[in-house]
Nanobody, 124 residues
């Protein structure tokens, strides 16, 4: 599985961005997907995840609940992260990741495939 993330950019606080992650190489319908972010000097953290089972259970970090929405379109092999009400502290490189299995896990070690990262900068 190859993952290609896109959609990052510069936005003012309060604005919105939508990140996309397109998977290629094989079907990813049996993979759980996650969006991680890494700010300078900080560890990479999971901000949102979505399982592949029916109903697509989701996970959100407390810091983004109510502002970010993760979704997936299996027909397009694409997962999205809609980010609203962005804050300067959301500034980071965002990575999409995939893991074989039906459960979203929090640690980077649990994920088998990674995209290249896309930079999100939120100005105050």
């Amino acid at each position: 599985v190859q993952l290609q993330a896109s959609g990052g950019g510069l936005v003012q606080a309060g604005g919105s961005l939508r990140l996309s992650c397109e998977a290629s190489g094989r079907t990813f319908t049996s993979h759980s997907m996650g969006w991680f972010r890494q700010a300078p000097g900080k560890e990479r953290e999971l901000v949102a995840g979505i399982s592949w089972v029916g109903g697509s259970k989701t996970y959100y970090a407390d810091s983004v609940k109510g502002r970010f929405t993760i979704s997936r379109d299996n027909a397009k092999n694409t997962v999205y992260l809609q980010m609203n009400s962005l804050k300067p502290e959301d500034t980071a490189v965002y990575y999409c990741a995939a893991r074989r299995g039906s459960v979203v896990l929090l640690t980077t070690e649990a994920y088998d495939y990674w995209g290249q990262g896309t930079l999100v900068t939120v100005s105050s």
